[in-house]
């Protein structure tokens, strides 16, 4: 834990499920604040497990009516034997024989963690559709449980969880305090999990979903068609890093997916690769992964597109790396690793290296809408990848998009707030002020494919010969062709993804 983290354990609730005995050898114990779980298993003596090891209590072994005794002050086991203790976290599992009769219990302890997020915070509140992958055990949950509470409580949006075994919202039929404001959806059954979600979005109008491990391919369809829909979605899978997610046949559709390329002999000597090659099939549903290295360390792959390409030519990859010091303060970095793990040489050709490199996000911006549409306002800060968020408090606005007439009538808080005003309340004007904020903001891997266009521009009008650039993401293509337009060029888009380029013509 952090200094930056607060626990709330719910312990007294915890306590009053257990058989009288139990409870009063926890009470008096000087390590129940660090209590984990206790395991009542028939005719076996108690084995209580705290954070740092473990105990078994004197005394008789477990009877058949200490098992009565918590299985009739907690709701019914589901499916998956799971129950839990109303809006709490805590997690009550059983073991059956072969005749169904419970002969065992786990009893686990869930505790509320509050400021995990703050490692993360600027990235979850960009917009973009996120993916937080890591081993168990190393927080996921428990983050997910901060983006609920933070963007409906903070930020004021229409959010949805997801909740199929209540790991997120806890049991009961109502949820834990942790995740705020936001609805809670539960799943009948692990198999019924990739229906509710497209349920959310059809039926409850969410801004953001919420789900805890994807792990079926009809999880990652869902998935897919969630993040299409316009909708952020922010979830959890199965798998410790991005290169063990592509090698998944099931799930590698949510950076993608991989196939296999047969390229003509003119593209394969022009690439310098063989002529069967692997290539990203599709565009990724999540834009951003977050890979959870530890408690207190992650990796941060800014644009899963690019870093998927380059796992798959070779080229070595970067991650932004952060981790809280010894303080708790939040340190940054950058991690270049070459496929499969080696550290990255050095590339050779100056540009070839910046184009390689990964550039940390800046700050998200926060925006506040004047007399215009808030979905408009959202949608066209997404189509235009700008890590921005919105606010209704003035006082921690960076910028005003405004209603021209609500300019001129004095409603704009601050004279010396940088302001950005469109005249009518349309998606096509507030795209314009959007895309207007975006070219204030670009990125060193927009800034280099700009210059590589105008590098082309250049070229074709000296020498009237068509110039192709290199493959770039769908965004970064509209920027570029709309630089050629502004130059009295035209341009077109040839070759099939991951592959789609911009081409300059020379009339």
Not at 127 to 140: A, E, Q, S, T
Not at 284 to 296: A, L, R
Request: glycine share 6%.
């Amino acid at each position: 834990m952090t200094l930056h983290e607060t626990v709330q354990a719910d312990l007294d609730r915890f306590l009053t499920v257990l058989p009288d005995r139990i409870r009063q050898w926890l009470e008096t114990h000087d390590q129940l604040g660090e209590l984990k779980e206790v395991v009542i298993d028939l005719g076996r003596p108690v084995d209580v497990r705290f954070v740092h090891g473990r105990e078994v209590m004197d005394g008789p072994p477990a009877l058949h009516a200490d098992i009565v005794y918590v299985t009739s002050r907690i709701h019914e086991f589901d499916r998956d034997n799971r129950s839990g203790i109303e809006q709490t976290l805590h997690r009550i599992s059983a073991i059956r024989n072969r005749r169904g009769e419970i002969i065992g219990l786990t009893c686990r302890v869930g505790r509320a963690v509050y400021g995990t997020l703050e490692i993360v915070r600027d990235v979850i509140e960009s917009g973009f559709n996120i993916l937080i992958l890591g081993p168990p055990g190393v927080g996921k949950t428990t983050k997910l449980r901060e983006v609920a509470r933070v963007l409906s409580d903070e930020f004021d949006k229409r959010v949805i969880v997801v909740d199929t075994n209540n790991e997120i919202g806890g049991g009961g039929d109502i949820p834990h305090p942790a995740i705020g404001g936001a609805r809670r959806m539960q799943v009948p059954n692990d198999r019924a999990q990739s229906q509710v979600m497209i349920e959310a979005v059809e039926n409850h109008n969410p801004e953001v979903v919420v789900v805890d491990e994807i792990g079926t391919e009809a999880e990652a369809a869902a998935a897919r068609t969630i993040a299409e829909r316009g909708v952020q979605l922010i979830a959890t899978a199965h798998g410790n890093d991005l290169e063990n997610l592509m090698a998944n046949p099931t799930l590698s559709d949510l950076v993608g997916g991989i196939q296999a390329v047969v390229l003509s002999d003119e593209e394969a000597k022009r690439r310098g690769t063989q002529k069967t090659v692997l290539e990203r099939q599709a565009p990724p549903t999540f834009d951003i992964m977050v890979e959870i290295q530890g408690i207190n360390q992650l990796a941060i792959h800014h644009d899963v597109a690019e870093t998927v390409d380059s796992i798959l030519v070779g080229r070595p990859i970067t991650a932004e790396v952060r981790e809280f010091d010894a303080g708790g303060e939040i340190v940054t970095g950058e991690k270049a690793l070459a496929p499969g793990g080696a550290v990255a040489e050095e590339a050779s050709d100056p540009l070839e290296a910046e184009l390689r490199r990964t550039e940390s996000r800046s700050r998200v911006l926060r925006v506040l809408p004047v007399g215009v549409s808030r979905e408009h306002l959202e949608q066209a800060l997404r189509e235009w990848r700008v890590p921005a968020t919105i606010t209704h408090n003035p006082d921690e606005a960076d910028v005003v998009v405004a209603l021209e007439r609500a300019a001129e009538l004095g409603r704009v808080p601050s004279d010396q707030m940088a302001t950005v005003t469109v005249r009518s309340n349309t998606y096509d004007q507030i795209e314009e002020a959007v895309k207007e904020l975006s070219a204030e903001r670009k990125t060193a891997r927009e800034e280099f494919a700009l210059r590589e266009a105008a590098e082309a521009i250049e070229k074709v009008l000296a020498e009237a010969e068509p110039v192709e650039l290199l493959p770039q993401n769908a965004y970064i293509r509209r920027l570029q062709r709309e630089l050629i337009a502004r130059r009295n060029l035209k341009s077109k888009t040839v070759g099939e993804e991951p592959r789609r380029r911009v081409k300059v013509l020379a009339t």
